[in-house]
């Protein structure tokens, strides 16, 4: 089973990046998905999750109304687009399902 998360980098206050996760070794078809992120020298938190239809996702408070969780469930890949990014939106985000982590992704937003 293998998480791999691509489309990070650096960009300024306000851009956008969308983030893809692609699942190997099991069908997400069936899961609820995770979009963690871990900001540097902080706890790592939940930003957003999905349902396994996808009609139902939740999201950190300060990140609604600019982050949207989305899926492919015939590609198996997770995605996370993000909008008006924010100095604070510094981290490296990885996706998750239970115990299963991939190794993540840099974001980093300067102002």
């Known amino acids: 089973v293998h998480l791999e998360e691509s489309g990070g980098g650096s960009v300024q206050t306000g851009g956008s990046l969308r983030l893809s996760c692609a699942v190997s070794g099991f069908d997400i078809a069936s899961a609820f998905m995770y979009w963690y992120r871990q900001p540097p020298g902080k706890e790592r938190e939940m930003v957003g999750r999905?349902?396994?239809?996808?009609?139902?996702?939740i999201y950190l408070e300060s990140v609604k109304g600019r982050f949207t969780i989305s899926r492919d469930n015939a590609g198996n890949t997770l995605y996370l687009q993000m909008t008006n990014l924010k100095p604070e939106d510094t981290a490296v985000y990885s996706c998750n399902r239970g115990s299963i982590w991939g190794q993540g992704t840099q974001v980093t937003v300067s102002s």
């Open positions: 999905i349902s396994s239809t996808g009609k139902s996702t």
